[in-house]
Nanobody, 114 residues
Framework: QVQLVESGGGLVQPGGSLRLSCAAS????????MSWHRQAPGKERELVAVISVLGNTNYAASVKGRFTISRDNAWNTMYLQMNNLKPEDTAVYYCKAKLKYDYWGQGTQVTVSS
């Protein structure tokens, strides 16, 4: 199994930037993909970005061109660089690791407000 811990959330003004990190431990050699998801109050959790073991990436239309997902080669840490943040980006952000099963972190709050 895999343990995931997110960090880097906080309060930022519209137009600002944040960098989220997701530290992975455990059976990280079995990870085939990792992803960031978010859940705003009263809404369903949605996929933000995903990165595969080959480094292929995909983004939700709402964040394409503003967010960048990346990882180190050993799957120890995954990142989400978020630029030009908007109030609608406010949510709890979760990282997920896909192995035989899916593993989730506990989430980190991102609030975009003036």
């Amino acid at each position: 199994q895999v343990q995931l811990v997110e960090s880097g959330g906080g309060l930022v003004q519209p137009g600002g930037s944040l960098r989220l990190s997701c530290a992975a431990s455990g059976s990280i050699f079995s990870i085939v993909a990792m992803s960031w998801h978010r859940q705003a109050p009263g809404k369903e959790r949605e996929l933000v970005a995903v990165i595969s073991v080959l480094g292929n990436t995909n983004y939700a239309a709402s964040v394409k061109g503003r967010f960048t997902i990346s990882r180190d080669n050993a799957w120890n840490t995954m990142y989400l660089q978020m630029n030009n943040l908007k109030p609608e980006d406010t949510a709890v952000y979760y990282c997920k690791a896909k192995l035989k099963y899916d593993y989730w972190g506990q989430g980190t709050q991102v609030t975009v407000s003036s």
